[in-house]
């Protein structure tokens, strides 16, 4: 699926991501309401045994997803992890910027909050085709205490705890990881990010991620 979004375009497996519009109108659904029910729709056709129920569950999830807020300010896209044959949810999303706007940072400082933030518990250089420079960094750090907070239900999208590590996350202390692909492009710095607290699930998503972060064009540039 191809999605165009401010001056680059992103090609996402349908069999893998589910694109998840930040406001509305969007393309052909007026409001969220109708992308949830859409997705749901589009999900669960062809399955056997779906029942009402089932299908009233689905489209609280999309809705769930949908309301979700990002770990960083000022997406540009967003994305649900959704595998077909199975696995751990997850969010992630797009960030893109002017390379001038680092400030002379460089990507890896960019991607870990800055200079005098803690160093990433991994940094790896990646060569992946359309981008000049690009990295992957891991951070590994304790969930922070606005979403430590939070009234969450197990599953929910936004700590990526599908596996039920909710109720875990709302102790003190709980990990916390993200998996940031950074990269520049044509003068744009652009970074995928996923985070939660399913650290094992962040890790098997890794190779997908970086998949996704290969297939972003920013406009003009050379494939």
Same mark, same amino acid.
Not at 50 to 68: K, M, N, R, Y
Not at 209 to 217: C, E, N
């Given at each position: 699926?191809?999605?165009? /979004?401010?001056?680059?375009?992103?090609?996402?497996?349908?069999?893998?991501? #589910?694109?998840?519009?930040?406001?509305?109108?969007?393309?052909?659904?007026?409001?969220?309401?109708?992308? &949830?029910?859409? #997705?749901?729709?589009?999900?669960?056709?062809? @399955?056997?045994?779906?029942?009402?129920?089932?299908?009233?569950?689905?489209?609280?999830?999309?809705?769930? #997803?949908?309301? +979700? *807020?990002?770990?960083?300010?000022?997406?540009?896209?967003?994305?649900?992890?959704?595998?077909?044959?199975?696995?751990?949810?997850?969010?992630?999303?797009?960030?893109? +910027?002017?390379?001038?706007?680092?400030?002379?940072?460089?990507?890896?400082?960019?991607? &870990?909050?800055?200079?005098? *933030?803690?160093?990433?518990?991994?940094?790896?250089?990646? /060569?992946?085709?359309?981008?000049?420079?690009?990295?992957?960094?891991?951070?590994?750090?304790?969930?922070?205490?606005?979403?430590?907070?939070?009234?969450?239900?197990?599953?929910?999208?936004?700590?990526?705890?599908?596996?039920?590590? %909710?109720?875990?996350?709302?102790?003190?202390? %709980?990990?916390?990881?993200? %998996?940031?692909? @950074?990269?520049?492009?044509?003068?744009?710095?652009?970074?995928? *990010?996923? +985070?939660?607290?399913?650290?094992?699930?962040?890790?098997?998503?890794?190779?997908?991620?970086?998949?996704?972060?290969?297939? @972003?064009?920013?406009?003009?540039?050379?494939?």
């Amino acid at each position: 699926m191809e999605i165009e /979004q401010l001056g680059f375009s992103v090609d996402a497996d349908p069999q893998l991501w #589910i694109p998840v519009p930040l406001e509305y109108p969007y393309a052909e659904w007026p409001d969220v309401h109708a992308w &949830a029910h859409a #997705i749901t729709v589009g999900v669960l056709e062809g @399955i056997e045994g779906v029942t009402t129920e089932v299908e009233g569950q689905f489209l609280q999830l999309a809705h769930a #997803i949908a309301d +979700s *807020e990002a770990l960083l300010p000022d997406p540009q896209a967003r994305f649900w992890y959704f595998p077909v044959f199975g696995g751990p949810m997850h969010l992630c999303h797009l960030y893109a +910027s002017p390379i001038e706007m680092l400030d002379g940072l460089s990507l890896v400082e960019s991607a &870990a909050g800055g200079a005098d *933030e803690q160093a990433p518990q991994r940094v790896e250089e990646q /060569q992946i085709p359309g981008f000049s420079q690009s990295w992957c960094i891991t951070l590994l750090d304790e969930l922070p205490p606005a979403l430590r907070d939070l009234e969450l239900s197990a599953g929910d999208p936004e700590v990526g705890g599908a596996d039920g590590s %909710i109720e875990r996350s709302l102790e003190t202390g %709980i990990a916390f990881g993200s %998996i940031r692909f @950074i990269g520049e492009q044509s003068g744009i710095v652009l970074m995928l *990010e996923a +985070s939660g607290t399913n650290i094992e699930g962040l890790a098997g998503m890794k190779d997908d991620l970086a998949a996704l972060f290969g297939t @972003i064009r920013v406009d003009g540039s050379v494939a």
